[in-house]
């Protein structure tokens, strides 16, 4: 809840020093039509903060909690276990920042954070450097086919029909204002992914091909074949990660001669939280470096000698000239990222191929049982922690029936592609290492009942 301190005189005092009648003036720029003419209907004027905390308290316990529920919702956003060692750290005073250090003299153990943050990053992805982070997957995506446009002076991008559609829906609403050309299509309930369609629809006008790993239905692709097709164009090949526990099992992208790899950090040291804030990935070839948004920390030594850490390139409009940034919204998520470190810190590469290992055991177990429910197909035979199943009828109603029993059963194609007949009978469901032998039989048990 906001505290606000300001008396009527402060307010008056305010106002009349920026040249403002009201406050009403300030919102002189919004259509009148989206403004309120009162109050908004059925909330009293004022309430006291008890009683404040207590309606709050009771609109929260409506709420579905994950953690007391069976869980296999995924697609873009996983529940992982976060070490309670994870929130402990994030909140000491030398870490403990939701923004960028701006002054390296005074924050040394963020910037040091942020450096470490680069080079777990990098060698997750596969790519020769990353930067301190982005806001999230999505616009991480798309500020990589800004720079695939600057590097190639091309404007059109091709993106895989595996793409998760809001990552596309991103990219379509910032294309409306570079002039950038975005050719896209929608997947199909099949094993295999559009790599061989991907390559045949790259030309001579192809900045970039976006291919997202593994897809959104879960499926793996290996990359290699498509990147030496991009490259034989003079066109970039980036690839995004929503589930970076993957690259703990998986060939990362930047093995494959991906030239960027963006994704979304959440599933490492970040809990879901309602949709956010989360930390967008950012990784690629050194030498890209320079047209790389977000800001890159880097190791130097002071007049004394001694090891010190600063922001070493910041190509956003904040810091130099508008025309020279790469970026306007290029931030850096400090505290996700610190979250991140710390979690990738206290698993270490054994720990996190280990996680990985119970995440696809998991998943394959929870494909084979599913699979045996009368009537449901799989779609996707190879795949990490995330699979389709294609049920014999619409999936968003099933979905639906089983969550008022008190089941998450996965993201129905039909919610994230409304109207499209093709797709609405598929589900992906996500199988972490918070999945139960019992949450995956209560499932099974449930859809068969709902199915028949």
Known sequence: MRYLPLTDTDRTAMLATIGAASIDDLFADVPEAARLDGPIHGLPNHASELSVERHMAALARQNTVAGDVPFFLGCGAYRHHVPASVDHLIQRGEYLTAYTPYQPEIAQGTLQMLFEFQSQVARLLGTDVANASMYDGSTACWEAIGMARRITRRSKAILSSGLHPHYVSVANTMAKYTGDTLETSLPTLAADTDIDALIAAIDDDTSCVVVQYPDILGRIADLTPLADVCHAKKALLIAVVTEPVALGAITSPGEMDADIVVGEGQSIGVGLQFGGPYVGLFGCKEKYVRQMPGRLCGETVDADGKRGFVLTLSTREQHIRREKATSNICTNSGLCALAFSIHMTLLGEAGLRGLAELNHAGASAAADRLAQVPGVELVTP???NEFTLKLPREARPIVRELADRGILAGVSLGRLY?????????????????????????????LQEVLA
Do not use: K, M, Y
Request: charged share 20%; glycine share 6%.
């Open 382 to 384: 190879v795949f990490f």
């Open 418 to 446: 409304p109207g499209e007949d093709a797709l609405e009978n598929g589900l992906v469901v996500a199988v972490t290492e918070t999945t139960t032998a019992e949450d995956l039989e209560t499932l099974a048990t449930a």
